[in-house]
């Protein structure tokens, strides 16, 4: 239990309506976007100042109370679930921007500013904040640095933290720290690089500068059709080794459109096993010179029908239908997990055929959607939480999903994060020396495991899962995952 | 000079030690001089799949080395590292956290970096990150070890990224008259869609860009380049533009008795910091402002303490280090030091590793 002595500290921080205790009021703050997980946490705090969060870190350190910073919750791996008698603090009410300009490329803004509003206040001067997680109508800044978030375009320009320049945080003990700054080149060590996508377990951002980039001035954008997955398999490997650098490179197999198409009517061609998007962008000139060597491989690729994007709504299309997939699952099955494993690029077709292998020896659907260009596969694990045992055999294909992407030398998160959802598996990733190795810094950095206890690292006991269907925020189609 | 040829001869020489300084091939004497261990015969690439667009090497394999074998796939390193002619290793270029002038179009040396292997401070091998392009799992070592100058651990096996190489490059060199002009032009390139691959000025009066893709377009975007300068423009192709990029990333306009110093600031900053090089006497010091502005590489005469630095730096609100010359280090404002303490009580418990330069 929380004791009265730290709720009257904070509540001369706080007035009433942004310190909540009672039952009700923390009912919205129980589960993140992996909602099989579901713990009511001791209080909720909603700062509007950093001020206000330094204040509040440093009496969860002088109380021993933990507690969990997180934006908008949509996390895919339970990274921003509460901690039962902990205290969860949220950022969005600190959505500010606080710099931006244009002339030097960047924008400093507070942790709970939506990912997709960096865009929107620099799209008048041409620029756009590249990582484009597909939850970013929703999703916060400071949680996509805490899980050093990504998004269809990582192959050419990476994840979160090679777009953030700076920030200003404040450590788990209260201690206030600046990393980096608002130049693309810093010296000394890259602590910033160390504390990007370190789950929160190093604190919390308060400030972070972000690196903008000009806008493209074209995209052209295509969808290709296969009769099976291996063939849009192999036109990627082939996209690859013509030396074409694509923005982005998406697969989708018949499950995941059937999905897409109940939701957002893609019209997918209806006998192509797998869809693939590819997408190249820039300079008008160099685009135009792209286009008919991508159209030719394309071509000898065995697609049997491409659909290009002739405008910016057709472009839309294109992704809606593949951002959405993930939710639009929902249509398709009560429930469903999703993986975020990534392989080599070139096992990418011994994953998958695997993938069905297991799928089909367990009886467990499974719909696979990923980012090809980068090895990131998505399966998606569709079951009905209300059969018994059914929850926990879908955990087990997932479980062997994981183990593969080990085994072929790859990832067990691509870009949602280790959360609470991984963390079994993080020691079969990494192996002991250096999981413990993490453990201890995590240790020098929060002796007391304050600041989002027992995410990533395998050592306190997690809650346990349940069925819960989809997010409310999906349910209304607010958001999507990726 | 103690030369491991294996990770455990490395890791016995750790922990025999009192104190471990590596170097790698040497080109950075500031961060290097009076090293007792050489990484020179930890050496090779260990893995290169071009279709990966990854390859694994030795931490002190040449980069010289990689880059020969990326261009046979027609591949390269997008960050441009610098010395490459002269020797500069693999581990170094991490290590001293240095990119080139091409850095400005897809990152700098921390972009690129996916995973490596180390020795901490206790003498144990660790590895961080991954092998694979993507990958969001436990924290960043990669990322840590960059700029580090070996205080956080040795780095003896690295896997970087790589996209293939363009295709052909052009050069475009423009007279200015002023480093108000000059610094305003970097700030419109730099916000164009015209995709730079490179854009440094050279005070008093050059602004040079770079842009590389397919041939096949080269000449028209060269043409929209010069549209935009919108002032008279010399196209270097081949050879002579080759030329240009060469000498900037090996720093062929330095002096070698200066110490060499990395400013990191913005475009912006640039006629405030010009004008405070002309109030201390240092107005013809060799310069360059690469990366559209963001690094400044000033040469500080061998005469000169670095009183008048730190004043500097305090303007600008920045950091430097000394690569060449003088063992200064980092010099300017710490904010982060009790984060670095901390990670260092776990990486370097004895304090072997720790910066004395």
Same mark, same amino acid.
Request: proline content about 6%; charged content about 20%.
């Given at each position: ?6 709720? $009257? ?58 507690? &969990? ?42 942790? !709970? ?52 320049? !700076? ?82 490179? %998406? ?9 897409? +198409? ?37 071509? +000898? ?5 491409? +659909? ?175 | ?12 020489? &750790? ?51 990689? %880059? ?39 990152? !700098? ?13 206790? $003498? ?47 050069? &475009? ?66 050879? %002579? ?51 559209? $502005? ?39 404002? &710490?904010? +982060? ?21």
């Amino acid at each position: 239990m929380i004791s009265s002595g730290f709720f $009257g500290a904070l509540a001369r921080i706080y007035p009433p309506g942004r310190l909540l205790t009672r039952t009700a009021e923390l009912a919205p703050y129980e589960s993140d976007g992996l909602t099989a997980f579901r713990v009511r946490p001791g209080g909720v705090v909603l700062p509007t100042s950093a001020d206000e969060v330094i204040e509040t870190v440093r009496l969860c350190h002088r109380f021993g109370v933990p507690f &969990v910073a997180r934006g908008s919750g949509t996390s895919l791996s339970g990274g921003s679930v509460p901690i039962e008698d902990g205290l969860l603090i949220g950022l969005n009410k600190m959505n500010r921007i606080l710099q931006y300009d244009p002339q030097e490329r960047i924008a400093v803004v507070e942790p !709970g500013v939506i990912n997709q509003r960096a865009s929107q206040i620099s799209v008048g001067d041409g620029l756009y904040y590249a990582p484009d997680p597909s939850s970013a109508a929703v999703c916060t800044i400071g949680g996509n640095v805490a899980f050093n978030s990504g998004g269809a375009h990582c192959l050419k320009y990476g994840m979160t933290s090679n777009h953030v320049l !700076g920030i200003k945080g404040v450590l788990p003990d209260g201690e206030v720290v600046q990393f980096g700054g608002p130049s693309l080149e810093q010296v000394g060590t890259d602590l910033l690089g160390m504390f990007v996508g370190s789950e929160g377990l190093f604190g919390c951002a308060l400030e972070i500068t972000l690196r903008l980039l000009p806008k493209p001035e074209k995209y052209y954008t295509l969808q290709a059709a296969y009769r099976s997955l291996e063939e849009a398999g192999n036109a990627v490997s082939m996209v690859v080794a013509s030396g074409l650098l694509p923005g982005a490179l %998406e697969i989708m197999d018949r499950l995941a459109m059937n999905a897409s +198409d109940a939701a957002v009517q893609a019209n997918y061609p209806k006998d192509a096993q797998a869809i693939l998007i590819v997408e190249l962008e820039g300079p008008i000139e160099e685009v135009d010179a792209e286009t008919p060597l991508l159209q030719k491989l394309i071509d +000898d690729s065995g697609a049997y029908r491409v +659909d290009v994007a002739k405008n910016a709504a057709e472009r839309l299309k294109i992704w809606t239908g593949r951002k959405c997939a993930f939710s639009a699952v929902g249509r398709l099955s009560p429930d469903f997990i999703v993986q975020d494993g990534v392989v080599p690029r070139t096992k990418l077709g011994e994953a998958l055929a695997r993938i069905d292998e297991i799928s089909r020896q367990s009886g467990i659907p499974v719909a696979n959607v990923f980012h090809a260009g980068d090895g990131n596969l998505h399966p998606l694990i569709l079951f009905d939480g209300r059969t018994p045992g059914a929850l926990e055999r879908a955990e087990e294909v997932a479980a062997e999903i994981l183990r593969l992407c080990i085994k072929l030398g790859g990832s067990i998160t691509g870009e949602h994060g280790v959360g609470l959802e991984k963390r079994a598996f993080f020691e079969e990733m990494f192996g002991k020396k250096d999981t413990d190795l993490m453990r201890r810094i995590r240790d020098a950095i929060d002796p007391g495991q304050i600041a989002n206890r027992g995410k990533m690292l395998p050592d306190t006991s997690a809650p346990a899962l349940t069925h819960r269907g989809l997010h409310p925020v999906e349910k209304q189609g607010l958001a999507f995952r990726s | 000079m103690q030369q491991p040829s294996t990770i455990e001869e490395l890791q016995e020489i &750790v922990r025999q030690s009192p104190r471990v300084h590596v170097r790698g091939g040497g080109t950075k004497s500031a961060l290097s001089s009076g090293a007792g261990v050489s990484m020179e015969k930890l050496t090779g690439v260990i893995e290169y799949d071009p279709s990966e667009f990854t390859f694994t090497a030795r931490g002190g394999t040449p980069v010289r080395e990689v %880059e020969t074998l990326l261009s046979g796939s027609g591949q390269y390193l997008p960050f441009d590292p610098v010395w490459v002619d002269q020797g500069a290793t693999l581990g170094g270029t991490i290590a001293s956290g240095l990119s080139g002038s091409g850095r400005f179009r897809y990152g !700098g040396v921390r972009d690129f970096i996916l995973g490596l292997q180390f020795v901490t401070g206790d $003498g144990e091998s660790h590895a961080g990150g991954g092998r694979v392009v993507k990958n969001a799992a436990g924290f960043d070592f990669p990322k840590l070890m960059v700029g580090s100058r070996g205080s956080m651990g040795i780095i003896t096996q690295v896997t970087f990224k790589v996209f293939p190489r363009p295709q052909r490059y052009a050069t &475009v060199r423009v007279k200015v008259t002023s480093p108000l002009e000059g610094s305003a032009l970097l700030q419109k390139l730099a916000r164009s869609s015209l995709e730079l691959a490179c854009l440094d000025y050279q005070p008093p009066g050059e602004v040079v860009m770079r842009v590389g893709g397919l041939a096949s377009a080269l000449a028209r975007r060269v043409e929209r380049i010069t549209e935009l300068v919108a002032l008279p423009v010399e196209v270097l192709l081949d050879e %002579e533009e080759q030329g240009v990029w060469r000498a900037a990333r090996e720093f062929s306009w330095m002096p070698t008795e200066d110490t060499l110093l990395k400013i990191p600031l913005l475009a912006g900053q640039i006629v405030s910091l010009e004008a405070m090089l002309s109030s201390i006497g240092l107005a013809s010091t060799p310069r360059r402002y690469s990366v559209a $502005g963001n690094v400044c590489w000033l040469a500080w005469p061998a005469d000169r303490g670095p009183a008048d630095l730190v004043a500097i730096l305090s303007k600008l609100d920045s950091r430097a280090m000394a690569i060449r010359g003088k063992p200064w280090g980092v010099l300017g404002s &710490v904010r +982060d030091a009790e984060f670095q303490k901390r990670l260092a009580q776990i990486l370097d418990p004895a304090g072997k590793l720790a910066c004395r330069y």
